[in-house]
């Protein structure tokens, strides 16, 4: 097994890190601090700072100062910096990819997707510097003008999840700061170093001090904080539903603009007459990348009667194949989860399916041969004859374990499909275009794919869910621009006398 290469630690220039506050690396006032460290071998990342809530009003107070004269540079301006990030993610994707595969623990190939989001992200908010298009309407009265304006709402607190380290926060970060927003940034403590990362690379796109501060820590103290903070407008948040329930009832008292990405169940729908071998390496791709640990994995196969038997088979067949081991090494398929206490919640939904009387058919135990006792490594594992209300395809599970449910036909497909909490990603595999579109429109979800696994959203299309996946908003696409911007009208009277709109109408 590969030990963690020290070029790769110096990547992040020292072992010990800081907050990044109105442009000025400082250290918590709390003196205190936590260790990154590797998933796949438990080496160290580094050490950070475990920060409080007065570092969290250090943070909003910068923000809040930086934002009076951030929200008057003009946007095409503001788009220049992001495409110089964007550049420097570029220039330094190969030593972010190799960071991400030692720190959150993801494949190569999926590391670089997930710093290619990042630059595509940037580089599509950095257009919206040029856009940010409002409205101009006739009015109801003459010599009169109306337009429609978006307007940068504040400080935005933004905290994300360990699962797309770079990919999230440039969803929230890029769109809010075109906008004309600064943030207070709070990385999951999984994946520090790759946002210090983040923040680096901002800094040195020319991003004006207090624009865009991080503060390092846990959910409980910083987040926490955050939330309630007065001065902070907008809070984006991925995590999971049961924090997202949190933030909200936290962000309540404050009326905050609160915009929450969470869970996911989703459903793989395999028909009778679909392409097998293209369901197979979809599902494949959508159950065990990024070791099951994506909001968009499959964790659901819904396979009609006459293909289930020789679906399972070629499932279980390929699932065996794959190679864990480190992220970084060329040739693994399955990198490890995230830490142990998801390596003990995934093995305990393995007791789950099981007690529920669901057919082990493959995997279903931490792996420790060849070194790999040294990290956090789940077997890929595939649960069949499972019944739609089993919470193992009820509950999201977060890790490398797939249920196949058998149905009739496409109408219990899409019932089925329909019939939990969570309302992420959905897919269909079919040669039928009739049942395509029926999936299309019926499916409860807020991407379905056709002919393609649940993961592989594009950065220029609304991502997000509908259910308890979040709370109607979207991120991502022209979408971004409604969670950070507030829309101002505005009416221009040039006719010199006082006319009153709805009275002076009336004929
Ligand atoms: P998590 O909810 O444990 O943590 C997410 C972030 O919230 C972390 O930074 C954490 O420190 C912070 N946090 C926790 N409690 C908080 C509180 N009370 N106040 C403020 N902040 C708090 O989630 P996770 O384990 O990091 O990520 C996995 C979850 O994220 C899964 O449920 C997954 O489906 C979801 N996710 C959703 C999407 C999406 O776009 N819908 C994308 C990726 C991940």
Redesign the pocket.
């Known amino acids: 097994m590969a030990q963690l290469d020290s070029s790769s630690v110096a990547l992040t220039g020292t072992k010990t890190f800081q907050n990044y506050i109105g442009g000025e690396w400082v250290d918590s006032a709390s003196g205190e601090t936590f260790e990154s460290t590797s998933p796949a071998t438990g080496e160290s990342i580094g050490i950070f700072p475990k920060s409080t809530a007065e570092d969290v009003d250090r943070a909003v107070a910068a923000a809040k100062a930086a934002v009076e004269e951030w929200r008057l540079v003009p946007a095409p301006q503001r788009g220049e910096i992001l495409y110089r990030f964007a550049n420097l993610l570029t220039e330094e994707k190969d030593d972010l990819t190799d960071l991400m595969s030692h720190e959150m623990g993801k494949v190569k190939a999926e590391a670089g997707g997930d710093v290619q989001e990042a630059i595509d992200m940037s580089l599509y908010m950095a257009g919206e510097g040029r856009r940010m298009f409002g409205q101009t309407t006739p009015s109801e009265l003459r010599d009169k003008f109306n337009m429609s304006v978006r307007q940068p709402i504040g400080v935005v607190g933004a905290?994300?999840?360990?699962?797309?380290p770079i990919a999230?926060p440039s969803?929230k970060i890029a769109p809010a700061l075109v906008c004309g927003n600064t943030v207070v940034f709070?990385?999951?403590?999984?994946t520090p170093a790759l946002g210090e990362r983040f923040v680096e690379l901002f800094a040195d796109a020319g991003l004006p001090a207090g624009v865009l501060n991080i503060v390092h820590?846990?959910?409980?103290a910083?987040?926490?904080r955050?939330?309630k903070h007065p001065d902070v407008r907008v809070?984006t948040?991925?995590?999971?539903?049961?924090?997202?329930v949190?933030?909200m009832r936290?962000a309540a008292d404050g009326l905050k603009h609160v915009h929450?990405?969470?869970?996911?169940k989703n459903a793989i729908i395999v028909l009778d007459d679909a392409d097998l071998e293209l369901a197979v390496e979809g599902i494949v791709w959508s159950a065990f990348g990024t070791s099951g640990?994506?909001?968009?994995?499959a964790s659901r196969v819904i396979v009609q009667d006459g293909v289930y038997e020789q679906l399972q088979s070629k499932l279980v067949a390929v699932a065996e194949k794959m190679r864990l081991g480190p992220g970084w090494e060329d040739d693994t398929d399955v990198g490890p989860v995230?830490n142990k206490r998801?390596l003990e919640k995934i093995h305990s939904y393995t007791e789950i399916g099981k007690g529920e009387g669901a057919k082990l058919l493959t995997g279903g135990e931490v792996a420790t041969d060849d070194g790999l006792d040294k990290g956090f490594f789940y077997r890929p594992t595939i649960f069949g004859d499972v019944d739609p209300q089993m919470r193992v395809a009820q509950e999201?599970i977060?890790g490398p374990t797939t249920a196949l449910i058998r149905v009739k036909d496409v109408d219990e497909a899409i019932r089925v499909s329909n019939g939990i909490n969570y309302g992420?990603s959905s897919s269909i595999f079919t040669r039928d275009v009739n049942k395509a579109f029926r999936a299309m429109r019926d499916l409860e979800a807020g991407i379905t794919y056709i002919n393609a696994g649940t993961i592989g959203a594009e950065v220029h299309l609304p991502?997000?869910?509908t259910k308890d996946?979040?709370n109607g908003h979207r991120?991502a696409g022209q979408a971004a621009l409604d969670v950070f911007t507030e829309w101002k009208s505005i009416y221009v009277d040039y006719s010199g006398k006082l006319q009153k709109a709805q009275i002076d109408t009336a004929s």
Do not use: Y
């Open positions: 905290i994300t999840p360990w699962n797309f999230i969803w709070k990385p999951a403590t999984d820590g846990g959910g409980g910083v987040g926490d955050l939330v809070i948040l991925t995590g999971s539903r049961e924090t997202g949190e933030v936290n929450l990405e969470l869970g996911g640990q994506r909001c968009t994995a995230i998801a999201e977060f992420l991502f997000g869910g996946t979040g991120e």
